[in-house]
C-alpha cells in the first residue's frame, strides 16, 4: 500500500491542484474537411475533486483528456493547470490511457519506473516503485513481461505507473474497462481510498454511470459530438459509498435521461 | 492472488510440451540399437577406406580409415552403455539417424571415388583428401580463415552500424529525411557488387575496398529496416512516455529505439546474407586473401579438394554468424513472444 511513509516529512503532501478548462473547442482535419470534437466546453475543477466526465461514444472524452495532459494543444480556448497555462505534458498531470499501452521490452517493474527514469529519480524512487506495485498486487509479477499478463493486470500496471508519480492531477480513461466486474469493484474502492488518501485531483472517464456515481464528487456529462457540457450533477453523498444508496439510485435515474435511456429504467 | 503466485519467479517460461511430456516414459531399451547401427555404419566407413586399394595418390587413407573406426566405436560404445550415460548417448538417440545416414554417404562416396573411380577425378577427389587438405594445408587455410572473418566483420560491423543509425536519423528528423531518403531510393537498390570494378582503383587497397563493398551491402537493408521500424512504433508510446516527463532523448533511445528493435533484426539477417555474397564474390575477383581467395588459388591449380575444403568451411562460419544473431537477438527481444528457433 501507498502510505505516508512516501512522503518526504519536511514537505507536507499539498493537496491535488485545480483545473481551468476555459472556452475550449477542439477540431481534427479529416480529408480536408475539420471535424469538430469539442464545442465550447467550460469545466472548472477545485483541488481535490474527484469529477467523472459521461458522454456518449466517440463524443471526445479522451480528446478532452489529451488536452488536459497538454499532449495537443486546443484550437479554441485555454487550459490551466493551479492558475498556470497548459503549455505541454507535465508529469504533475498522469493519464492512464484506455488502453494500458505498456512498453513490451520492459518488464512491469521497469514499466512502472518510467516516470521515475524519465524525470531522472529513479535511484530515489525505487521504494514508491515497490509500493505502487504493492498497491496494485502486482509485485509478484515485478520480473515479468506485458505479454505475460492478463488485461486487467496490464491496466493496474498502468495505474502503478501514473500513481508512482505522485501527480497533482490524476488523469484516468475508462481504467476498468476492461477488468472483470469482481476486480473492477475492488479497483473502485482502492481507487476512493487511494484518492482520498493522497488527495489529488482526478478526472475520471468513463461508460458505468454506477462506477461514475460511486466514485466522483462531480459527474458532467457531455452531449453528442462536438461535444459541450449537458449537465453538470453534483453527487454529495458521503465516503465511503453503499452501492444500494437509494439516493445513488435517484441520481443513476437523472444521468441515465440526460444520456438518453429514459423511463423504464 | 495465490493462484498465480507460482509463475512469479522471474520470467515464467512459457510452458513447452513436448512427446515426452504427454507420452508415458516407456522403459530404456538395453541398448540403443539406433546408435548401434550408426557405429555399423561407420565402422563400413573405416572398412570401405582400408579394404580397396586406392585408384590414386592419397596419403591419409589410414588416417582417415582410424577417424572413422574411432567415431565407430564411439557410437556403439555410447550405445550399449545408454543406460548409464546422460548427455551423450541422449545426444546418440537424436543425431542417430542422421548418423547412420552420413556414414552411408561416407562410405559410397570412398567407394565410388577413391576406391572405384566411378566420379570423374580430380574434380570429385575422396574424403581423405579434404581430411589431407585440414591437416596438412592447415597454416594457409588457416590465414584464409582470419582474413575471411577479419574482412566481413569490419565490413558488417561499419555497415550494420552506418544503417542503424542513418535509419534512426531518417526515422526520427523530417531534415534528415529530405535529404538522405532521396539518396537512400537511388543508390540502395543497386547490387553492391556493382561497385565493384570502382571500388578496387579508387581505394587504396583491395582489403579497404572490400570493407566497403561489404559494409555497403549491410547498410542498405539496415537502414531501411530501423527506418521503417521507427516510423511504425506505436505513437501511443510516445504519449505515455510524454506524460510521465520524458524528453526527446528519453523517446529516442528509450522508446523509438527498443520498439523498432524487431525491425532492425531482420535488417540486421537480410544484411547478413548479401554481405556474405558480397564477401565471396569481393575475394574471389580483387582481394588477395580469404577464403575466397583460396578458393579461386585451388581452383587455378587444380587442388580440388582444397575448394572443397574451404567451401566447407564457409559454410560453417556462414551458419556459425546466423547462430550468432539468433543468439544476440534472442537476449536483445527476449520479451517478445513465439520467436522463431534457429
Ligand atoms: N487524431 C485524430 N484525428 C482525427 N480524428 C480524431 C483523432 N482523435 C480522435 N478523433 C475523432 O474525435 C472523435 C472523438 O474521439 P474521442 O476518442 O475523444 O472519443 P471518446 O469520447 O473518448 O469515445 P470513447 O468513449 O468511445 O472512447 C471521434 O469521432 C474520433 O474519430
Ligand atoms: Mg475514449
Known sequence: ?265 | MSDISSRSEGRPAAPRLTLADVVPAVPRPLVDVVGLVAGIAWFAVAASALALEDVGDWPRTPTFAAAAGLLAAGFIAVALASRWLGAPSRWLDRAGLWLIVLGLFFTLWQLASAKLGWVPLPFFPPPQALLEVYLDDFPRLGESILASVKLQLWGYSIGAVAGFLTGVSIGWSQRAAYWVHPVLRFIGPLPAGAWLPIAFFAFPSSWSAGIFLIALATGFPVTVLTWSGILSVNPAYYDVARTLGARSRFLVLKVAIPAALPHVFVGLFMALGTSFSVLVVAELLGVKAGLGFYMQAAQGWGDYANLYAALLVLALICSGAVSLLFAARDRFLSWQKDLVTW
Not at chain 1, 62 to 84: D, H, K, M
Request: aromatic share 4%.
Open chain 1, 1 to 265: 500500500m501507498v502510505t505516508a511513509t512516501i512522503q518526504t516529512p519536511e514537505a507536507p503532501r499539498v493537496a491535488g491542484a485545480s483545473l481551468d478548462i476555459e472556452d475550449v473547442s477542439h477540431g481534427f482535419e479529416l480529408d480536408g474537411t475539420v471535424l469538430e470534437v469539442l464545442d465550447d466546453v467550460s469545466l472548472h475543477v477545485a483541488p481535490g475533486e474527484f469529477v467523472a466526465l459521461l458522454g456518449p461514444s466517440g463524443c471526445g472524452k479522451s480528446t478532452l483528456l489529451r488536452l488536459i495532459a497538454g499532449l495537443e494543444p486546443p484550437t479554441r480556448g485555454r487550459l490551466a493547470e493551479a492558475g498556470r497555462p497548459i503549455a505541454g505534458p507535465n508529469p504533475s498531470r498522469v493519464v492512464v490511457f484506455q488502453d494500458p499501452t505498456l512498453f513490451p521490452w520492459r518488464t512491469v517493474r521497469r514499466n512502472v519506473a518510467v516516470g521515475p527514469e524519465a524525470q531522472g529519480t529513479l535511484k530515489q524512487s525505487q521504494q514508491r516503485i515497490d509500493e505502487a506495485l504493492a498497491l496494485v498486487g502486482l509485485s509478484k509479477f515485478a520480473k515479468a513481461y506485458p505479454h505475460q499478463l492478463s488485461g486487467g493486470m496490464a491496466q493496474r500496471v498502468a495505474l502503478a505507473r501514473a500513481l508512482v508519480n505522485d501527480p497533482d492531477v490524476l488523469i484516468l480513461d475508462e481504467p476498468l474497462g476492461k477488468l472483470d466486474s469482481l476486480t473492477r469493484i475492488t479497483m473502485q474502492a482502492e481507487l476512493v481510498s487511494l484518492w482520498r488518501r493522497e488527495g489529488f485531483t482526478a478526472i475520471l472517464v468513463t461508460h458505468d454511470v454506477e462506477e461514475a456515481l460511486f466514485l466522483a464528487n462531480r459527474v458532467i456529462v457531455f452531449s453528442d459530438r462536438p461535444a459541450h457540457v449537458k449537465a453538470d450533477i453534483p453527487v454529495d453523498l458521503p465516503y465511503p459509498r453503499h452501492r444500494g444508496d437509494p439516493r445513488l439510485a435517484e441520481l443513476r435515474r437523472q444521468v441515465l435521461g440526460l444520456l438518453g435511456l429514459d423511463a423504464d429504467w
